[in-house]
């Protein structure tokens, strides 16, 4: 039976499995429960536009998004960005999927940080951008609802500090000694109100301004 968490089902594929297994072995729970996040905020956000991303391809590029920041898979010659969409790429394409399933998932990795074209790109691309937007900044937070908004933190909460991203994990997952390059339009004051609302609205549950999230 699939997972089912505030009304949006996770995909039931033994590569969602495998990825799921890999992102929490590899790399550390702030980053694990972002990448969660990121993959429901993005349905939700697909859903709200009308469009269907292949559900599959989205939870693979919302897991594997961040992976660049951490060896073993950083690659410091390059951006971060490149570094986990080369990774999902070759992940993808070792299991038998198809050249176009792996590029749209490389493609939306690479332009997860990138402001304006995602948005006209294909729906899996879109909604990745857009989940990150939501659990880094709040984007399209004030529209979700309550409920469903709460369920997912309940399963997925926000980190205690940024700073807690950049700590090792138990297994030795160290940052990339590289800057982040996401950049919005959003203020870093109106993204803190933002999650500041959802935390009244569920007390100990949404309880980390967006200063806080990670990417």
């Known amino acids: ?32 429960h972002h990448s969660r996040r990121v993959f429901f905020f993005g349905l939700i956000h697909a859903h709200k536009l009308g469009v269907k991303p292949d559900p599959e391809l989205l939870y693979l590029a919302a897991m594997f998004h961040d992976i660049g920041l951490l060896t073993p898979f950083s690659d410091v010659e390059q951006r971060f960005e490149l570094d986990g969409a080369d990774h999902a790429r070759k992940f993808l394409l070792d299991r038998g999927f198809s050249t176009a399933a792996a590029e749209t998932v490389w493609t939306a990795i690479a332009l997860h940080t990138t402001p304006g074209i995602p948005g ?13 937007l939501t659990d880094a900044i709040g984007f399209g937070l004030d529209g979700l609802e309550h409920d469903q908004l709460g369920e997912i933190l309940a399963v997925h909460p926000r980190g205690t500090s940024r700073t807690s991203f950049r700590e090792p994990t138990s297994r030795g997952s160290r940052i990339a000694p590289k800057p982040r390059t996401c950049s919005s339009t959003s203020s870093p004051a109106s993204s803190a ?12 549950r949404a309880n980390r301004t967006s200063q806080e999230a990670t990417q």
């Not at 089902?9 to 495998?18: D, G, K, R, S, Y």
């Not at 006209?120 to 990150?132: D, K, N, S, W, Y």
């Open 193 to 204: 109100r933002r999650w500041s609302s959802a935390s009244s609205a569920h007390p100990g």
């Open 120 to 132: 006209r790109m294909a729906p899996e691309i879109a909604t990745t951008h857009l989940g990150v």
């Open 1 to 32: 039976m699939p997972e089912v968490i505030a009304g949006l089902e996770i995909p039931e594929t033994a590569a969602v499995a495998e990825a799921t297994r890999l992102i929490q072995e590899t790399t550390n729970p702030i980053t694990y």
